[in-house]
């Protein structure tokens, strides 16, 4: 098959074996989300799913990070002065149809995770089928330390991945849980060293792209039936709790002490 390139603003896909990587491509900003980031990588994904030349997507962050989760200078851009975030409309609008993009297609999507997977980037990793990461990469729940819940679907990718003891841990501490640990607990399926993840990345994407895909794609409706059969109703209670966290005085003081870089001082209101 011939092999492609396209780049948008903030995510780079390249297209070569039927295998479709998509760069996330914000590395200065370690890949944060914003605005154009979630329109680019939605855009990509659709075209993924659409196109018959596709037989299985990689997802990989370029630089240092996967994702380091939200763009904090994005946050409430468009809300009035005074006024909180409108993070309900952006969650449903913005971030629910990709993470619904990446469930509901019938081919199978790899996250290859070379450092930092925070917040709904951490989310993004799990949503995918598989996850490889490099030894140096980490998933990191880290809502709670600027004052807010699990959203982008992490409350129903990580218990579904590691039950509900490991997922209220990382959801209430907020600690990185380092690749290997990750594995051990079977939060991800492999590990490998950094210098091997591009590689071991493609080996496993070319297996899929020239395997069974209609099997996969079986496969895959059946484990969602299962799994993930209420996903779009934990999604809108996620984002319903969302809006409420950012009206909450904790979330004011978590992103001041973030762009700070001091302790948060919490009072529970």
């Known amino acids: 098959m011939s092999a492609s390139h396209t780049e948008l603003e903030t995510v780079n896909v390249r297209l070569a074996d ?6 996330l491509n914000r590395p200065e900003r370690l890949n944060a989300w914003n605005g154009q980031f979630g329109a680019d990588l939605l855009s990509a994904l659709r075209a993924a799913a659409a ?3 596709v037989r299985a997507i990689v997802i990989t962050g370029s630089g240092r990070a996967f994702s380091s989760g939200a763009d904090l200078r994005d946050v409430g851009e468009d809300a009035e002065p005074g006024e909180r975030p409108d993070v309900y409309t952006v969650l449903t609008e913005r971030y629910h149809p990709i993470m619904e993009a990446i469930r509901e297609m019938g081919k199978p999507v790899v996250a290859s995770v ?5 917040g709904i980037g951490c989310s993004l ?10 030894e140096s990469a980490y998933f990191l729940l880290a809502f709670v330390n600027i004052g807010l819940a699990p959203d982008g ?3 129903v990718f990580v218990p579904a991945r590691i039950g509900m003891t490991r997922a209220i841990e990382m959801a209430m501490l907020g600690e990185r849980v ?3 640990q990750a594995l051990d607990w079977g939060l991800i399926n492999r590990v490998v060293p950094d210098a091997d993840l591009a590689t071991e990345t493609s080996a496993l994407a070319t297996r899929l792209a020239s395997g069974p895909t209609r099997s996969y794609a079986a496969a895959k409706r059946q484990v969602n039936n299962w799994v993930y059969s ?3 109703e934990q999604l ?4 319903r709790i969302q809006q409420e966290m950012v009206g909450s005085e904790d979330f004011v003081e978590g992103v001041s002490a973030f762009v700070q870089k001091r302790p948060a001082r919490f009072s529970g209101s």
């Open 18 to 23: 039927g295998v479709a990587t998509v760069e």
């Open 51 to 53: 196109d018959d030349a």
């Open 114 to 118: 070379n450092g930092a997977a925070a």
């Open 125 to 134: 990793a799990l949503c995918c089928d598989l996850i490889i990461a490099a």
């Open 153 to 155: 679907g992490s409350s």
């Open 178 to 180: 380092a690749a290997t």
């Open 230 to 232: 209420r996903m779009a």
């Open 236 to 239: 809108e209670l996620e984002a």
